[in-house]
């Protein structure tokens, strides 16, 4: 039998000033290090979507999701939920009507057989009149980064969405909006899947 013993040695690691800010400590956010800034960005730990239904605002959206992934030429769909003020605190947006409870959001992130990826953000409305916003991709983003220069320029501009060229990536995403309205779960659902193709 052969005896195989390890030795330890001493290494000095240099660590790039980029990966020493990139985490914050104490917090589940990582900081635009990695991108040339050092703006935290809080981690979208996407998920795959459980059997649970949401109520109020995000209940129609994630019928669409649930509905959408059953297509063929869908490979999978995931999705996230989070509160407006990891994005930028302190404005009245990161609130409901009372003033003091968080406005939450919904991303659902849709990746199609042929490698186009999509998400889809919808925010807590309540009183106000937010339009469903979807982002489309030919190519694989950084979608945490992109989605917190979204969610960050609605909050600035008081509950209106971006424009493209007002995120980095305007080359290869392109962006559309769906107001709400009354007509049934299918045909919304196809109202969204048909600007995928």
Same mark, same amino acid.
């Given at each position: 039998? &052969?005896?195989?013993?390890? /030795?330890?040695i001493?290494?000095?690691? &240099? ?31 996407? &998920? ?14 994630? &019928? ?35 003033? /003091? ?9 849709i990746? +199609? ?19 469903? +916003? ?5 190519h ?10 979204? +969610?960050?320029? =609605?909050? +600035? ?25 009354? /007509? ?8 969204? =899947?048909?600007?995928?193709?």
């Amino acid at each position: 039998f &052969a005896e195989i013993n390890r /030795v330890k040695i001493k290494r000095e690691r &240099a660590t790039s000033e980029s990966t020493k800010c990139s985490m914050d400590v104490g917090t589940n956010q990582r900081t635009t290090g990695d991108f040339g800034g050092l703006e935290t960005v809080p981690q979208l730990e996407f &998920a795959h979507m459980t059997q649970e239904k949401l109520d109020g605002d995000f209940a129609e959206i994630q &019928a669409v999701l649930r509905l959408m992934g059953k297509r063929r030429k869908v490979e999978s769909i995931t999705q996230y939920i989070g509160v407006l003020n990891d994005h930028w605190p302190y404005r009245a947006i990161c609130t409901l009507d009372d003033g /003091v409870t968080p406005r939450n959001y919904l991303i659902g992130k849709i990746k +199609l057989q042929d490698g186009m990826e999509a998400i889809v953000i919808e925010i807590q409305r309540q009183t106000l009149a937010i339009s469903t +916003l979807m982002c489309i991709s030919q190519h694989v983003l950084q979608w945490n980064k992109i989605c917190h220069k979204i +969610l960050k320029r =609605f909050i +600035l501009n008081s509950g209106i969405w971006p424009q493209v060229d007002e995120i980095e990536e305007t080359t290869v995403l392109s962006s559309h909006r769906f107001k709400h309205t009354d /007509v049934e779960i299918d045909k919304k659902e196809k109202r969204i =899947f048909d600007n995928l193709g």
